[in-house]
């Protein structure tokens, strides 16, 4: 009897005694296992750091992303209602057709306090004023809003700087058909750099850069600048 027990419970006792012996091993894989994958992260750290940099760049780009407001300055020949566009003649006598902003609007680097002075682009419809029309891309431009330079014909100063006092906020221009004329720069003046719109501070024209100015008849005040 006991004998037979004994055969019957030996198989089992074998059988745990497998299951444990394998468990241990799996164990030790496994430990193993985690420590090599541990040393390998370890060793190559900056590599992995690079890759998620590269990962989640453009992400971060394109969460932050904003347009660059630039600005053009030219007489409103056509506004297109239903089109939803805005037709400026410019200096050289082409014409640029703006697309107002879709909406909602998308991200746009637009200060402010300028913008509280402008009118949306949507909403203007004085065809043969004079204007500055706010704008982001170049192919196919979307006008933003537009800031109106009056009725009368702007006087038009272009040429290359000679001279940028930064106290007096005077700008001194070489032309060439009118010679040395001087230019002034004030905080309502709309100022257009490559880097877009910027206030009256952070303007820093560069000597010998080529510039067209827009002020009042018989005024030295600019309405607008930027690089001709």
């Given at each position: 009897m006991n004998l037979i027990l004994l055969l019957l419970v030996l198989p089992v006792f074998c059988a745990a005694i497998a299951l444990h012996i394998a468990a241990k091993d799996h164990a030790k894989a496994s430990r193993r296992a985690f420590f090599a994958l541990k040393s390998s992260l370890n060793r190559h750290r900056p590599y992995l750091r690079f890759a998620a940099i590269l990962i989640l760049l453009p992400m971060f780009r394109q969460a932050n992303a904003q347009e660059v407001i630039h600005a053009r300055a030219g007489?409103?020949?056509?506004?297109?209602?239903?089109?939803?566009?805005?037709?400026?003649?410019?200096?050289?006598?082409?014409?640029?057709?703006?697309?107002?902003?879709?909406?909602?609007?998308?991200?746009?680097?637009?200060?402010?306090?300028?913008?509280?002075?402008t009118t949306a682009?949507?909403?203007?419809?004085?065809?043969?004023?004079?204007?500055?029309?706010?704008?982001?891309?170049?192919?196919?431009?979307t006008a933003v809003a537009v800031e109106s330079m009056g009725a009368t014909p702007p006087k038009r100063t272009a040429g290359s700087v000679t001279s940028f006092d930064r106290h007096q906020?005077?700008?001194?221009?070489?032309t060439e058909s009118m010679g040395s004329q001087k230019v002034v720069v004030s905080d309502d003046t709309i100022l257009d750099t490559p880097e877009g719109v910027v206030k009256a501070?952070?303007?820093?024209?560069?000597?010998?850069?080529?510039?067209?100015?827009?002020?009042?008849?018989?005024?030295?005040?600019?309405?607008?600048?930027?690089?001709?």
């Open positions: 007489q409103v020949v056509a506004a297109n209602t239903a089109a939803k566009t805005l037709t400026l003649k410019v200096a050289d006598g082409s014409t640029v057709v703006f697309h107002d902003v879709a909406t909602p609007e998308p991200a746009m680097s637009f200060d402010k306090d300028l913008r509280d002075k682009a949507a909403a203007f419809h004085d065809v043969g004023a004079y204007v500055v029309v706010f704008y982001f891309g170049f192919g196919e431009p906020h005077l700008l001194t221009l070489n501070s952070n303007f820093h024209p560069g000597k010998g850069q080529h510039l067209r100015c827009f002020a009042k008849p018989d005024s030295q005040n600019a309405l607008f600048v930027a690089i001709n």
